[in-house]
Structures are given as structure tokens and as C-alpha cells.
């Protein structure tokens, strides 16, 4: 069975940091992209970045380009989400998720999701 567990949200004020994780069991890691998504209430689910485990390529919404940084631990099956720089419009609930497919943001290329970790920006 495919796990997706998210830590590592909380409460921060704007211009601080957090640093999410996303650890991923039964699946081969190095086979899959991992991406994180955010939705905020009221809004559609957006694709914020997303990194592929084989080659470590990534990609980023120009939302987030400049101060978010994806990276991967493939020995640990994690993912991670450094966010810097926070604003109030980061707040939502972000959720990471696996594909076998090409790499993107798009949520329909997902197979697999997590049950999401809340980030608050107070400004």
C-alpha cells in the first residue's frame, strides 16, 4: 500500500521559514516524481513545485520561484519543502503527491496523495 505522510506545517509569520516533509512507503521512490500542492479554502488545488527522484529535476510555480526549494532524499524516501520568504497568501493546506507519470503541477497526473499539513502566514 502507497503512503504519502506530510509534516512539518504550522503557524508562522510573514517572512519566516518552514520546512515541510513528505515520506513516502510502498512505492519504488526512484521511480516517481513527487509534487507538492496547496489549496487554500475557497480555492482550487495549485500546483506549487515538484521534483523528479530519478534525475532530480525540478520545477516550480512562479509563485513560489525564488524562495521554495524541493529536494529529495532518496535514501530516506523523503521529500522535502523549504519555504522562505512566507507570505499570508502561502496559507493553506499542502498536500504532496506521487506520479509514475512526466514530471508537472498538474493534480491529475497524480496517483497517490497524502492527507495534507496545514501552513498559517499570519501577516
Known amino acids: 500500500e502507497v503512503q504519502l505522510v506530510e509534516s512539518g506545517g504550522g503557524l508562522v509569520q510573514a517572512g519566516g521559514s518552514l520546512r515541510l516533509s513528505c515520506a513516502a512507503s510502498?512505492?519504488?521512490?526512484?521511480?516517481?516524481?513527487i509534487g507538492w500542492f496547496r489549496q487554500a479554502p475557497g480555492k482550487e488545488r495549485e500546483g506549487v513545485s515538484c521534483?523528479?527522484?530519478?534525475?532530480?529535476?525540478?520545477y516550480y510555480a512562479d509563485s513560489v520561484k525564488g524562495r521554495f526549494t524541493i529536494s529529495s532524499d532518496n535514501a530516506k524516501n523523503t521529500v522535502y519543502l523549504q519555504m522562505n520568504s512566507l507570505k499570508p497568501e502561502d496559507t493553506a493546506v499542502y498536500y504532496c503527491a506521487a506520479t509514475i507519470r512526466a514530471m508537472g503541477i498538474i493534480p491529475d497526473m497524480y496517483d497517490y496523495w497524502g492527507q495534507g499539513t496545514q501552513v498559517t502566514v499570519s501577516s
Open positions: 521534483i523528479s527522484n530519478s534525475d532530480h529535476g525540478t
Open positions: 510502498g512505492l519504488t521512490f526512484d521511480d516517481y516524481a
